[in-house]
């Protein structure tokens, strides 16, 4: 039985979903897949649980109900906690791995953090394996993204399309030397929701306190609103395609206003009232023309654009959630891979996906 080492960096919703797949799916893991993953750290933004040996289950699932109470990792830790309950910085992490001298170590980023890629590049340096959720160390300038493209032992599936198989659908026609002329989807599910609610007649406004209310957006929906994170996953399917764009190499519109930006989370949430009139006028003269509004993102060789596009409402795009990809080999007929996406279930099935993979492949 391979025993594989793990450090999970975030234990929030899709690092909690993670640990629980690890420790209720070891039977299957092991008569699968042949492996049994030790889990040596979880840490979140404050603090850390380390065990060379690995953390129990027990102390895997406690950890899991300490975050859903809103506790941190380590449930001891207080804001004046002495410096040993504190974490070490992220490259303290590693550190304490190096020093154990474990080996072929899998290294998973779900957070959100922008701190992350030095320690991702330590951890390929090291020899470790590298699985992300995390965007943002792939959306980064291309001169520091470049090195995690096409690296042998980095998977990120999850970053685009939340579990659907995006990702390895991308990879697979690259390998077979498909040539790619343009990919083009819905990149938000925070979005897609939103414009299905404007389609029946709900108020923007209204719609957005929706989406809040229910979970779909980040706590400050405006980083959903503000089309970065659709961008983030166009950029990366870009730059996988073989187009090493940055980010003003796509072109974002955001849904506020940008004097909005300075407002706290619930000043914004009452001034986003003020959008409803233009975004219902907006809406009329989609539907005067049998159209409906989408947020849309494509990128081609030229570059790429996310926004709300007006599309017929009979089209398969304003009906289905799904990414396409318009090939050499899938010309006249797209390719196109869709269905639930994002949750953080399904999200943690595709981080736990890529770390069966790195195991087949590289261990
Ligand atoms: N949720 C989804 O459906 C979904 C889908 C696709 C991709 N993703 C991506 O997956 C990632 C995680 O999403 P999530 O929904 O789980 O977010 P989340 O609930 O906000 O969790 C983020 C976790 O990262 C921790 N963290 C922040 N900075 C850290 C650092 N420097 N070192 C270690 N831990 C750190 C946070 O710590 P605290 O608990 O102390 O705050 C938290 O535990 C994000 O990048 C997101 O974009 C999510």
Known sequence: MKRVPVILYGAGGVGSALLRQIVHGRDQTASRNNCHFSVVAVTDSKTWQWAVNGLSDEQLLDIVAAKGQNKAVDPQWREAAPAEMQRPSEHGVLDAASEAELENVLVIDVTAADSMESVLKRSLNLGYSVVLANKKPLASPWERASGFFHHPRVRHESTVGGGQPIIATLRYLLDT????????????????????????????????????????????????????????????????????????????????????????????????????????????????????????????????????????????????????????????????????????????????????????EVY
Not at 196 to 214: H, I, W
Not at 249 to 276: G, H, K
Not at 321 to 347: C, H, N, Q, W
């Open 177 to 360: 030397h498909d040539l790619i002329y343009q990919i083009e989807g819905q990149m938000s599910g925070t979005l897609g929701y939103i414009c299905q609610r404007l389609d029946a007649g709900v108020a923007f406004s209204t719609a957005v306190r929706e989406a809040k209310a229910n979970g779909y957006t980040e706590p400050d929906p405006r980083d959903d609103l503000g089309g970065m994170d659709a961008m983030r996953k166009l950029l990366i399917l870009g730059r996988m395609a073989g187009w090493p764009f940055e980010e003003n190499n796509i072109t974002v519109e955001s849904l506020y206003a940008p004097p909005m930006a300075s407002l706290s989370v619930s000043e914004f949430m009452d001034a986003v009232a003020q959008l409803d009139e233009p975004m219902q006028a907006r809406v009329a003269a989609a539907k005067a023309n049998e159209q409906v509004l989408r947020y849309v993102a494509e990128v081609n060789e030229q570059g790429g654009a996310v926004g709300l596009k007006a599309i017929p409402a009979a089209s398969a795009l304003a009906n289905l959630k799904y990414i396409s990809f318009r090939t050499e080999r899938y010309d006249d007929e797209p390719l196109l891979i869709g269905g639930k996406g994002a949750g953080v279930e399904m999200t943690a099935a595709g981080v736990m996906g890529d770390m069966l993979t790195l195991v087949r």
